[in-house]
């Protein structure tokens, strides 16, 4: 007997693709299952409806990458070996999946409003970093959340770039200089 685990797997990467392109609202279930190759209900077997998987998809990347951010954080000794590993992690992943890292950056704005609180989130991760680092003395303290909102934007910002095409060139190739540059902005 079938379990659908190479079915669903492909049915969320048409999901993604096409998620990317046209967004969520304007992708059908028609449009994801011709995409896959298989029957529109195929699709139903495995997800309620489209904002089902589409908030499937987000949640568990989301989890994914929060998760692993802590776990190679909370290998290194200090804030600015966190930040280095942290940095270095999303620009590889980004890299290595740009279509899951597109949609994630595309429909954060949306698929946030409606995330569990039990779920892991990066913002607030990052945030106890810093009051980690504020009580270790490694910074003056001020506003974590702040502080958070620096790493996010300067990173996100340089992987929005090229969503739209404005950078070409992989994420890795600017590890250092995304960290040199959240350094800077936090006075390091």
Known sequence: MRDGTNTRKKLERCALGLFVKKGVSATTIKDIANKAGVAEGTLYRHYE??????????????EEVATTLKQ????????EKKIYVMVKFFCE???EDPILFNY????????????HEKEINAHEFIVMLFNEAFRKKELPKRDPHFCASIILGIVLQAAISRVYGRISRSMAEDIDDLVDAIKGALHY
């Open 72 to 79: 190679l954080a909370d290998k290194e000794p200090n804030l």
């Open 93 to 95: 992943k980004y890299d």
């Open 104 to 115: 994630l950056l595309i429909a954060q704005h949306n698929q946030l409003k409606i995330s």
């Open 49 to 62: 409806s489209k904002d089902e998987l589409a908030q499937s998809l987000f949640t568990n990347a989301y």
